[in-house]
């Protein structure tokens, strides 16, 4: 090993609190983040990289009408003059630009492979080629009239615009995606049409809500298109915070085949899913038996998306398994809006719907003041030498004369004339063919024209009703270039109601419907074993541990849990561990307290009343519907303190219960003397001197009351011999008939 190195001489070197530098260069960090990577600015839309390739495409000359140029050059003229990034994350942002399925109005018009919904990448850019779209001409406009702002680029050798002119409403009709430090945006695309109406209607009423504006822009446009489910009211909400979400579905429609038979053929799907891994997916959903009602899928897509989904039987309801499917896929998706953009260029801010178009208009006429007073400049300068030649042109002679003979022309020809110096070198500069008698009437005649324009722009400048007059202009231009009537302007995204699902059961659409049986241990573990298992005796258990219950359903049903605290639990036998092994503690699945125990397990049946009852001989009548959980934590139904708790839950199907309690003690009475209720303490059953109920039933008077004796033999007291037991809800009963279980138990 060599040598540690020493440190250096304590007066050469500077000491810093950690805290601090750590603070001074993540916050340096975060905000070059922010300002310069992941927020677009509100005015045009645009995060630097986009800006800087299209300000290096324009210098390019790679306008809408010229020859395509490789790609790979665009990369190199970005990186090299503006933009000290990785090659392949400028040529990522430029492909994003070029492609019709992430951008609403692409900026780019690539040409060779720019990718494609499936999820492929493009091919590298030494093979592709791209210039500009109308669109990006539009972002474009004005920019050498002085529009906008430019600063030194990172190495100060050249210059790149701070934010483009922006005749076009590409924040909103683009919409942008990005994540900075410790805030994000996301905007979907809208519809540039509805944005120019929406814009129009606000520079004529400038304090209208995000609200009013819906009736303009509707909700996004997808490049993908789509159907929106989202309520209207949620969208306004949405609008006028700036941030929410919207849930978009694919669009499909059923496709008879003939004979009974169709299919679902899907032809749009959400935006921002790639197809590829969408059917992939619900492939995988197929091979592992979570989507009982689908047959078949098939990608039969060519230009346009054609996913072919056939269903398992004809018989289906094609709206079930749709459902099925969006609750399971991506065919539904919730795309957000997160609107945080950098207002002004430097503070990031989340707008409405209204500050964002606002922000827009007022970059417009931003834009629209320098531009005349940079035309303004422009004609002052040309009236300027229009003046002086004319002045010339009355005596051509004299001026000859003083470039031929004179050692200094100039200075003699501001003497002689009273001529400014540019005047001077615009006179001698002029050729001596534009001598001629015509050249000069042209003179007069550009004269005019400029004093007028001149007027015009003096006019415009001093009148803000006269600019917005002409923003309106520049607007309704945009949208007849990208009105409804258009190909590309055509609004895409259609909007609906949600379709009511409360009648739809979604367990039986989700889940393969098999037969099962559920099977809990005394210890508390449970595992639903295929196919109704008859004999029990085969059963395994864990250790020391034995059966407390077995039972047959399917694996659509749910699984009703009662708990010692009388809490109701709430499991899916879909999601009950196989019968391989012991299965899982129960407690695994259900937030249930320690003291807490397992008393009893049924499947749920709909329009079933149970009856209810606590250690202390109390109880009620619950109808199953009204105790179903949808949590962990369960549903308090019976409300027992301790030390009572709760008992038993038996199936409410006959017309009297019978009860007996530790004290041996039965007594029989009318199940229509227990109260019905969802939740409560309930009613006395039995009355006790000491000790509780030990077991309870419910059944019909005329079949008798049968009990199963320990050795499995059943015995049935029919409703003549039962007079001396009949009697009324809280009384306390008398021994029960001969041949009664020791246990005080009714058995099976």
């Known amino acids: 090993m060599g040598k540690p190195v020493d440190p250096p001489p304590e007066d050469e070197s500077e000491r810093i609190d950690l805290k601090s530098a750590l603070e001074e260069r993540y916050l340096a960090y975060a905000l070059s983040t922010i300002m310069h990577r992941a927020l677009p600015d509100a005015r045009d839309g645009l995060k630097p990289v986009h800006r800087r390739i299209l300000h290096a495409m324009r210098l390019l000359r790679l306008d809408p009408g010229q020859v395509h140029k490789k790609c790979a050059r665009i990369v190199g003229d970005v990186i090299g003059k503006f933009h000290p990034h990785g090659d392949q994350s400028v040529y990522d942002a430029l492909v994003r630009l070029a492609q019709d399925f992430a951008q609403r109005y692409p900026l780019v018009d690539g040409q060779g492979n720019f990718g494609n919904i499936d999820g492929d990448n493009a091919a590298a850019y030494r093979y592709t080629e791209a210039r500009m779209t109308e669109v990006a001409r539009l972002l474009l406009d004005g920019i050498d009239e002085d529009a906008v702002d430019f600063r030194e680029t990172y190495n100060g050798e050249d210059e790149e615009p701070i934010v483009l002119p922006a005749a076009f409403p590409n924040l909103l009709a683009n919409g942008s995606q990005g994540i900075a430090v410790g805030m994000a945006t996301a905007i979907p695309p809208h519809n540039a049409a509805e944005l120019c109406d929406a814009a129009l209607y606000l520079i004529q009423h400038p304090e209208t809500s995000s609200e009013q504006l819906m009736t303009f822009v509707q909700g996004p446009d997808f490049p993908t298109g789509g159907v929106i489910v989202e309520t209207r009211a949620s969208m306004a909400e949405t609008y006028r915070t700036g941030r929410g979400a919207f849930r978009t579905r694919a669009r499909w429609a059923a496709e008879d085949l003939g004979r009974g038979t169709w299919q679902v053929v899907v032809t749009e799907i959400p935006y921002m899913v790639q197809k590829g891994r969408l059917i992939e997916k619900i492939a995988e959903l197929l091979n592992d038996k979570k989507l009982p009602l689908v047959g078949d899928i098939r990608d039969e897509s060519a230009e346009d998306i054609r996913v072919v989904i056939e269903p398992r039987a004809r018989n289906v309801d094609p709206a079930l398994m749709m459902e099925s499917l969006f609750r399971l896929t991506e065919l539904e998706s919730r795309i957000s809006m997160n609107m945080n953009v950098l207002t002004g260029g430097l503070v990031p801010r989340v707008l409405g719907l209204n500050e964002a178009l606002r922000a827009w208009l007022d970059h417009r006429r931003d834009v629209l003041l320098r531009r005349s007073r940079f035309r303004l400049g422009q004609i002052e300068k040309r009236l300027e030498i229009l003046r002086g030649l004319l002045i010339v042109y009355l005596d051509l002679d004299r001026v000859i004369k003083i470039i031929r003979e004179e050692d200094e022309p100039k200075i003699e020809l501001m003497r002689f004339f009273e001529l400014s110096e540019v005047q001077a070198n615009a006179i001698l500069d002029t050729r001596l063919r534009a001598l001629r008698k015509l050249e000069e009437m042209a003179l007069k005649t550009e004269l005019d024209e400029l004093t007028v324009e001149k007027c015009q722009i003096e006019e415009l400048l001093a009148s803000e009703p006269v600019q917005w007059k002409l923003i309106q202009h520049d607007i309704r231009a945009v949208k007849k270039l990208f009105g409804p009537e258009t190909a590309i302007g055509k609004r895409r995204t259609t ?119 606590t250690t202390d001989g109390r109880g009620f009548v619950a109808p199953t519907d009204d105790i179903v959980a949808n949590t962990r934590k369960g549903r308090q139904v019976l409300n027992v303190d301790m030390p009572v708790e709760a008992l038993l839950a038996t199936p409410a199907e006959g017309d009297h219960v019978a009860i007996i309690g530790q004290n041996r003690k039965l007594i029989c009475f009318p199940l229509s003397e227990v109260a019905e209720m969802s939740r409560g303490k309930g009613v006395r059953l039995q009355r006790y001197k000491d000790g509780g109920v030990s077991d309870a039933k419910t059944f019909k008077l005329a079949d008798g009351l049968t009990w199963r004796d320990t050795s499995g033999r059943t015995w049935t007291v029919a409703q003549g011999e039962l007079l001396e037991w009949l009697g009324h809800r809280g009384e306390a009963g008398r021994l029960p008939p001969k041949g009664f279980p020791k246990n005080n138990k009714f058995g099976g």
Not at 501 to 530: C, F, N, Y
Not at 555 to 584: Q, S
């Open 495 to 613: 909007f609906s109601d949600m379709p009511d699902t409360t009648d739809i059961d979604l367990t039986q659409a989700m889940v393969e419907r098999e037969p099962v049986t559920v099977v809990i241990s005394k210890k508390g573990w449970i595992r639903a074993l295929k196919g109704h298992v008859q004999d029990q005796s085969t059963l395994t258990f864990k250790g020391d541990d034995g059966l407390k219950t077995a039972f047959f359903t399917e694996t659509t049903a749910k699984i009703l849990v009662l708990a010692t605290n009388g809490k109701v639990f709430t499991l899916e036998a879909a999601k009950l561990p196989g019968g391989r092994g012991f299965g899982d503690p129960i407690r695994l699945m259900i937030e249930l307290e320690e003291h807490a125990e397992i008393i009893a397990a049924f499947p749920y049946r709909p329009g079933l009343k149970l009856l209810m009852v």
